[in-house]
């Protein structure tokens, strides 16, 4: 190349087109907005973005941290958490409000399809912490009208709740353990059955009490003189043993220490050393801080230590077993210390506060604890126990406390409560002392009053106190519940169940079900699910009816709960609103979700597949768990999927994931063609879809095009193709050309996909194009009519009424109607009619453009007619169609007849008349002109004919009569006479009988 051709290379590509890369415009929003949280600026507020990720939209701002978005079914409302409370807005943010006044934490808010209700998080009170658990709320005034129980066998933290699109089953993240009950103490804690009214039934009641007694305070009362060395050093040595094998058998277990030493000992005298604890550290600490006095034979006074300990020196809880166990060697001196200081003053103070004794004796016989039979008055009541110390080491005063605690009798006093109609009789009545850790058995007789309600329930509670406990301790309390059943109704009975799954589908489970009819006799009960069905992990009501040969039904239910192996893996869970049904749906997954923790439920609009977040995966689910299959993987840009969300048309989720140590970002996911992930908004999580309407208007014309003074029918259709329902307020312009056309107004709500139609007729009064506007709010639909010019015409219209008249009737008036639609006036305007009036015309005149007239005359129902009656309209001025100027209609006036079969008869004879020409469907009354006539003799003609027999009476009047015929009901007409009709005695021949004779 020459340098001179470069300027020319240049030229050209200067010259040559360059192409331009223009932006795509975004797709129109579709009818549904993203709710989701957003972290801006150190603070957390609920935003909202349309379905291409634009125009983002603050609902919240407050300095208040606010999550958790919800919206209504409907889209109309919005619910979040606002710092632990749920609040109630408008879709917009607008107009904010508490659910309630709840001082608890809230959270996770979900609404029912109908927007009636709110199912929410939240945290109840657990031990020194909380828990949470799912309530339920309405609405409009925040009242707690439900909650989700956790079953029996389990203890769980319930969260994330979702309601199915039917409102029947909510879907929840549980995070669960097996429940390991304590030891029954009682054998039957609940009964429920049905009984019918006078009749009785037996239970047994085994009672298990304690080994040691329950929620013990326990205050070791040492003898600290110099002879006690051996017993101090062994209890300082084994206290921590003893305390953790009392501990063992009642974790509730506290220990208190106390000293005494004789009179002359000042400041030994009683003293406490360690308040009551459930701390061994410190009970044994109390413990190695005692030291002996120095005199080995001073004078005790134990007496007064036991008065002290029951009533000031130590707090006893009110429901605790107290135990007070005595270490000495001496006999106790009396009235030294306090003069008041005595043992009947100590039985009575411990008597009082209900303390249990156990002496540990190391003395000899003649100067012991026990050598003056102290220890044996004191232990009598309540009941104690009494241990022999022999000085031989530590283990041997350990084995002497535990055994002297272990050796308390237990006194079972069983207290029945019932209510009015049912009764209980105990066989033993009690109180029943034996053992400890010995079983109590009672028998038990229910008997329901014969005067009880069907209906009505009865409860009977009996609560098992121990040594003569002012309440009942937990677990020893009896429930039987009665439900006294219809006298008639069949009794039905199926108790609760509860088994072990045998895999993830759950178990087959088999129960008893019986059922028996008023007289007590056998009956086959149908249960749902039946016996011997597989029943998913979780609880299931079982419904059982049973139905007589008289068709009356009874009907019990039972609870069947199948416990799956212990996890700790948070699973989803499906349970009905009132608890009744819950079902672990994660132990049905089948791979590659299997086995995974799973939460974050959603469910799909069509309640058919549930989406759940898993480690690393989002699953899709069926809703009763089958079909599993991973529709979200976590990428290195999409990390951690969680929180799916379905956007309302059923084919894509949204959910958050979150990139690397960045806040989390919203993504987008179809469900079934395998496309990746589309980010959808940066920085936000807990995504929550709103539906929105969206309302199209059509308008037609039919036909579009009408002649001048013509008609069309206006049609307008609404449609929503969005996803929530809207109102619609019509709003129809039709311009001055047209008259009438549709009315507008309030047409909503429409629902999605719900299409309504509003149509009405106009008259083109004005040539020339005219538009119909109709509009719903901003959306409008307009349609083009087309009316033809004016043409000139004279027409004629002719009508004639009654038709057909008959004679004697109403008489026949006939009406002319003329119209100018020529646009001129006319003059000389007249009707000529032949025949019956306006002969040679009738005149009307002068008639203007669009002007109307009527002209008319009678034709009197005088006489039978049946013609034609032509009009012809005649006028000066311009008339293009002469064939609409001429009308004519026929004339009918019938006259009735009536026939006889016969012109002569008999007295006592029946004679056939015949009807014909009568109007149709008139009551007729039938009778004669001479003699009796049969009442009421009436008939109907149903086409205008009849035949009916005319009785001629046996002794009625001889010679000539005619048959008459006069209206009752229907078109009148005139009287109607048959031909003559000769009456003849009876014993005469007709005539022409004779004749042939």
């Known amino acids: 190349m020459t340098v001179r051709a470069l300027p020319l290379l240049l030229v050209a590509l200067l010259a040559t087109p360059v192409p331009v890369t223009r932006a795509q415009p975004a797709p129109e929003p579709e009818p ?34 606010q999550q958790d978005p919800a919206f209504s079914l409907d889209g109309t409302r919005l619910a979040y958490t606002d710092e632990n409370r749920v609040m109630i807005a408008n879709a917009d943010g607008t107009s904010p409000r508490r659910l309630n006044n709840e001082t608890r934490s809230q959270s996770q808010p979900a609404w029912s399809p109908d927007g009636t209700m709110i199912a929410a998080v939240t945290r109840i009170p657990d031990g020194e912490g909380s828990r949470p658990i799912i309530q339920i709320h309405r609405v409009s005034d925040g009242a707690k009208t439900g909650e989700i129980p956790i079953p029996g066998h389990l203890t769980a933290d319930d969260t994330q709740p979702d309601w199915s699109p039917d409102g029947r089953t ?154 007070v166990v005595i270490i000495g060697d001496e006999p106790t001196a009396e009235n030294l210390v306090t003069g008041k200081d005595s043992v009947d003053n100590a039985i009575a103070e411990l008597k009082r506060a209900n303390i249990r004794v156990v002496g540990v004796d190391s003395g000899n016989a003649q100067r012991g604890l026990n050598s003056e039979k102290q220890i044996d008055r004191i232990i009598e009541d309540p009941k104690g126990s009494l241990q022999k110390y022999v000085k031989g080491g530590e283990e041997q005063i350990k084995t002497a406390i535990l055994d002297g605690i272990r050796d308390l009798d237990v006194t079972v006093t069983p207290v029945p409560k019932c209510d009015t109609g049912l009764t209980v009789e105990l066989t033993p009545p009690g109180p029943v002392t034996g053992p400890s850790g010995e079983d109590v058995t009672f028998a038990e007789k229910f008997t329901v009053s014969p005067d009880a309600t069907p209906g009505s329930t009865l409860r009977c509670t009996i609560e098992f106190r121990l040594n003569n406990e002012p309440d009942v301790r937990p677990g020893r309390l009896q429930t039987v519940t009665v439900r006294v059943a219809d006298l008639v109704e069949p009794l039905v009975r199926v108790n609760d169940v509860i088994v072990q799954a045998q895999n993830g589908t759950g178990a087959t489970v088999t129960y008893l079900a019986t059922a028996t009819d008023s007289q007590n006799r056998p009956l086959t009960p149908v249960c749902t699910p039946p016996s011997g069905t597989v029943f998913p992990i979780g609880v299931t009501r079982v419904t059982c009816t049973a139905t007589d040969a008289r068709g009356n039904t009874g009907t019990d239910t039972a609870v069947v709960t199948v416990t799956s192996a212990d996890r700790e893996d948070p699973a989803v869970w499906l349970v009905t609103p009132d608890g009744s049904s819950q079902i672990n749906l994660s132990e049905r997954f089948g791979e590659p979700c299997r086995d995974r ?174 538009v119909v506007t109709a509009a719903v709010g901003a959306i409008t639909s307009r349609v083009t009519v087309q ?22 009737g109403d008489d026949v008036t006939v009406t002319f109607k003329l119209l100018n639609s020529s646009g001129s006036t006319l003059t000389g305007v007249r009707v000529v009619a032949s025949a019956f009036g ?152 007709p005539s022409y009988f004779v004749e042939r004779g």
């Open 597 to 770: 923790p799973s939460e974050d439920p959603a469910w799909s609009p069509d309640g058919k597949s549930l989406a759940v977040a898993q480690d690393g995966q989002i699953c899709v689910v069926g809703a009763d768990g089958s079909g599993a299959r991973v529709v979200v993987r976590g990428t290195e840009d999409a990390e951690r999927p969680r929180n799916p969300a379905w956007l309302p048309d059923g084919t894509r989720i949204v959910f958050q994931a979150t990139n690397q140590e960045l806040p989390p970002d919203l993504w987008t996911v179809a469900v079934q063609d395998g496309t990746p992930p589309r980010l959808l908004t940066e920085n936000g999580s807990q995504p929550a879809v709103q539906r929105l309407a969206k309302l199209t208007v059509t308008t037609t014309a039919t036909p579009a095009e009408i002649p001048f003074n013509g008609k069309t029918t206006i049609e307008v259709a609404v449609v929503n193709i969005g996803f929530a329902p809207a109102p619609a307020t019509l709003t129809v312009t039709v311009p001055e050309g047209l008259t009438g056309g549709p009315a507008g107004g309030n047409i909503g709500p429409i629902a999605p996909g719900e299409r309504k139609v509003v149509s009405g007729e106009a008259t083109g009064v004005t040539a020339g194009e005219h």
């Open 787 to 808: 009316v033809l010019e004016r043409t000139g015409s004279l027409s004629l219209a002719l009508s004639a009424s009654p038709q057909p008249a008959f004679v004697g």
């Open 32 to 65: 549904f907005r993203i709710g989701f949280s957003s972290l801006e600026n150190d603070n957390r507020d609920v935003f909202t973005v349309d379905s291409n990720g634009n125009a983002r939209t603050n609902l919240t701002r407050s300095p208040r941290g």
């Open 838 to 989: 306006c002969d040679p015309e009738c005149a009307v005149g002068t008639l203007g453009p669009d002007g109307q007239a009527e002209v008319g005359f009678t034709i009197p129902a005088t006489q039978a007619v049946d013609r034609e009656l032509a009009g012809v309209v005649i006028a000066t001025g311009p008339d293009e169609n002469a064939q609409d100027n001429v009308a004519a209609t026929r004339i009918v006036i019938k006259q009735p007849t009536l026939t006889l079969d016969q012109q002569a008869g008999p007295l006592g004879g029946v004679v056939s008349l015949q009807g014909k020409d009568f109007p149709p469907g008139a009551k007729v009354r039938l009778g004669w002109t001479a003699g009796i006539a049969e009442t009421p003799g009436e008939v109907t003609t149903a086409d205008g004919t009849f035949v009916a027999q005319m009785l001629v009476f046996h002794n009625d009047t001889e010679g000539i009569r005619q048959a008459t015929a006069t209206p009752v009901e229907g078109t009148r007409f005139g009287e109607v006479k048959s031909g003559d009709f000769l009456a003849l005695p009876n014993t005469v021949q």
């Open 170 to 323: 909510i879907a929840i993240t549980r995070r669960s353990s097996n429940l390991i009950p304590p030891p029954p103490e009682i054998e039957v804690p609940d009964t429920d059955r049905p009984s019918r009214r006078g009749s009785t039934f037996d239970l047994q009641q085994v009672v298990h009490t304690p080994r040691i007694p329950p929620k013990p305070d326990v205050v070791l009362l040492i003898d600290i003189s110099r002879s006690m060395f051996d017993e101090l050093s062994g209890v300082q040595g084994q206290l921590r043993d003893i305390m953790e094998e009392v501990k063992k058998e009642q974790p509730e277990t506290r220990f208190g220490v106390a000293i005494y030493a004789g009179a002359e000992n000042k400041g030994n005298v009683f003293k406490r050393h360690q308040v009551l604890t459930s701390n061994v550290d410190d009970a044994v600490a109390a413990v190695g801080r005692v030291g002996l006095v120095e005199d080995a034979n001073s004078t005790e006074v134990w007496a007064n230590a036991l008065i002290e300990t029951a009533t000031r020196a130590f707090e006893f809880r009110q429901d605790a077993s107290k135990v």
